[in-house]
């Protein structure tokens, strides 16, 4: 029997399929605001629509016809190819994220950000396939500020307002990574903890102002000190820690004595008269036995604890 076309299909709106014409079709893919691309699962542009605004992103449309393997580095074509066949096998939606330059892709257009982009992508497998391939809906939207947004606001939650320098939240993570380098390869890495001597007295007598400047002196003087791998956190109040990976225990005793010297070279500028400033330091290296990064930073601040019962302004290095 033929039904009539409402009840083949009674979720379609019949005037309104009869509205929607293929030039109109058309029109609405070249209008979508984000690009959008057909790609097969050999990584064939079989279709590029849409995204014509050139503040956000580079025409695409000469990408039709060519392969990923041909436009892309090997490494980055073997990336779009995993996330096109993880669509294609899960058959959901697969949203994922990545940066990508003009000058990373032949054929795009020239016109368009400067900077490389970093993109969304949502990856729809479709249920159709085209010269017998499986293809996906690849939607590709330029999430560059919200990106930098959130590179920003993960600076802040690491950083310390007053040094600049990282925090301890940073430190841990930070800490943790080298000690699995430590663990697994045998990678050595020292730990410094310093704590300011006698701020306290500096600061009831010339103002927390003046203890600000040696906490900020101390921080650019272990920066000035320090190789491009090592990291130096303030800890707390007045205690610092600095990382030294690949630095055994007699080149960070060393270190330390020299880090010790250039401070007391740097405070005697700031003319703290009658109040000896100075810094004590532990220093300690991951170790053996050790279960956890924790354990070389309570060895460190034990050594500390013996340089302040030491008399302060010294080194005291821990076992
Ligand atoms: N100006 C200033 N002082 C701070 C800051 N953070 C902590 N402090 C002060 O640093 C001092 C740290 O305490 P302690 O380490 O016991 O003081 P200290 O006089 O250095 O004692 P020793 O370490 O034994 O020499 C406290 O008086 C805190 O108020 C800061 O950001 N600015």
């Given at each position: 029997m033929?039904?009539p076309?409402?009840?083949?299909h009674?979720h379609l709106?019949?005037?309104?399929v009869?509205?929607?014409?293929?030039?109109?079709m058309?029109?609405?893919?070249?209008?979508?605001?984000?690009?959008?691309f057909?790609?097969?699962?050999?990584?064939k542009?079989l279709?590029?629509f849409?995204?014509?605004?050139?503040r956000y992103?580079?025409d695409?449309?000469a990408l039709v016809?060519?392969?990923?393997?041909?436009?892309?580095s090997a490494?980055?074509?073997q990336w779009?190819?995993?996330k096109?066949?993880q669509?294609?096998?899960?058959?959901k939606l697969?949203?994922?994220e990545?940066?990508l330059s003009?000058?990373?892709?032949?054929?795009v257009s020239?016109?368009?950000?400067?900077?490389?982009i970093?993109?969304e992508?949502r990856?729809?497998?479709?249920d159709f396939?085209?010269?017998?391939e499986?293809?996906?809906?690849?939607v590709?939207s330029?999430?560059?500020?919200?990106?930098?947004?959130?590179?920003?606001?993960?600076?802040?939650?690491?950083?310390?307002q007053?040094?600049?320098?990282?925090?301890r939240?940073?430190l841990?993570?930070d800490?943790?990574?080298?000690?699995?380098?430590?663990?697994r390869y045998s990678?050595p890495c020292?730990?410094?903890?310093?704590?300011?001597d006698n701020?306290k007295?500096?600061?009831d007598?010339?103002?927390h102002?003046?203890?600000?400047?040696i906490i900020?002196?101390?921080?650019?003087?272990?920066?000035?000190q320090?190789?491009?791998?090592?990291?130096?956190?303030?800890?707390g109040?007045?205690e610092?820690?600095l990382?030294?990976?690949?630095?055994t225990?007699e080149?960070?005793?060393a270190?330390?004595?020299?880090l010790r010297?250039?401070t007391?070279?740097?405070?005697e500028?700031l003319a703290i008269?009658g109040?000896?400033?100075?810094v004590?330091?532990?220093?300690?290296?991951?170790?053996?036995n050790d279960?956890?990064?924790?354990?070389?930073?309570k060895?460190a601040d034990?050594?500390l604890y013996r340089?302040k019962?030491?008399g302060?302004?010294?080194v005291?290095?821990?076992l």
């Open positions: 033929h039904l076309e409402s009840q083949r009674p709106n019949i005037s309104a009869n509205a929607v014409r293929i030039e109109h058309t029109a609405v893919l070249k209008a979508l605001p984000d690009p959008t057909i790609l097969s699962q050999s990584g542009y279709g590029v849409g995204g014509n605004d050139a992103y580079h695409g449309s016809g060519s392969h990923l393997s041909n436009l892309i490494e980055k074509a779009f190819l995993d096109i066949t669509a294609l096998q899960s058959n697969l949203i994922e990545y940066e003009d000058k990373d892709v032949l054929g020239v016109d368009g950000p400067e900077l490389p970093w993109f992508g990856i729809q497998p479709l396939t085209i010269a017998g499986r293809v996906v809906l690849w590709a330029n999430i560059s500020k919200r990106h930098e947004m959130e590179r920003q606001l993960r600076e802040y939650s690491d950083t310390d007053l040094t600049g320098l990282f925090n939240r940073r841990e993570q800490v943790s990574q080298h000690y699995e380098q430590w663990a990678r020292s730990i410094l903890m310093l704590d300011l701020l007295a500096i600061n007598t010339l103002g102002h003046m203890g600000d400047n900020v002196a101390m921080a650019e003087t272990c920066r000035e320090c190789r491009q791998a090592d990291s130096v956190y303030r800890f109040g007045d610092f820690v990382a030294l990976p690949c630095m225990a080149q960070a005793l270190f330390a004595e020299r010297q250039s007391l070279a740097r405070f500028l008269s109040l000896s400033a100075s004590s330091i532990g220093v300690a290296c991951m170790a053996t279960s956890g990064y924790q354990d070389s930073l060895r034990a050594a340089a019962r030491a302060k302004n010294c005291v290095f821990m």
